[in-house]
């Protein structure tokens, strides 16, 4: 609460362990969390736990599409998973041998963006799930992936930061 300085709910910890990650639904009614076992969607009113997605991840990524229904998770089992918490659907978007260690969504939440270890970026279209542009690739191992807008990525690898357009014409 803004006006008195005290929490407005408790958000329970993950029984697996520490958080790893944390994002908050663009409507700022919910909170995503993730460990390395589990992936939890608490209402920031309430302190309500809403859903929890069990995972494997050594060191997990996650982003929330706008909305918050939509949660996408790296490194799970080496892969990427795509959960909607309110109705259940899971879907690996990726296994592991592509190595994801870092995603971003687009703001309006239709393209994500991943790199590898193999320092390959890849655009992904959330619709069809379907990579549609891996042809650029970063000069040092990657550190982060965000997009500026709905169109440019940006990567920090080491010393360097590229942009790159997030779809090849």
């Known amino acids: 609460d803004p006006g008195s300085g005290q929490p407005r709910s ?3 910890r993950h029984p ?5 990650g944390l994002a908050i639904a663009s409507d700022e009614r919910f909170l995503v969390s993730v460990s390395r076992g589990s992936v939890q969607v608490t209402d920031t009113s309430s302190g309500a736990l809403m859903g929890q997605l069990d995972i494997a991840a050594e060191s997990p990524r996650l982003a929330v599409a706008p909305g918050g229904e939509d949660v996408i998770v790296a490194g799970d089992r080496g892969g990427v998973t795509r959960w909607n918490w309110r109705n259940g659907e899971v879907a690996q978007l990726a296994d592991a041998s592509l190595g994801i260690e870092h995603l971003a969504l ?8 991943t790199a590898g270890t193999d320092r390959r970026i890849r655009v992904w ?8 542009d891996s042809g650029a690739r970063a ?4 550190d982060g992936v965000w997009f500026a807008d709905d169109a440019d990525v940006l990567v920090r690898a080491k010393a360097w930061l590229h942009v790159f357009g997030s779809t090849s014409d």
Do not use: C, H, Q
């Open 10 to 12: 408790f958000i329970g």
């Open 16 to 20: 697996d362990g520490p958080v790893a």
């Open 106 to 113: 687009s703001p309006a939440g239709e393209l994500l963006v």
């Open 125 to 132: 279209d959330l619709r069809t799930g379907r990579i549609v």
């Open 139 to 142: 000069a040092a191992p990657v």
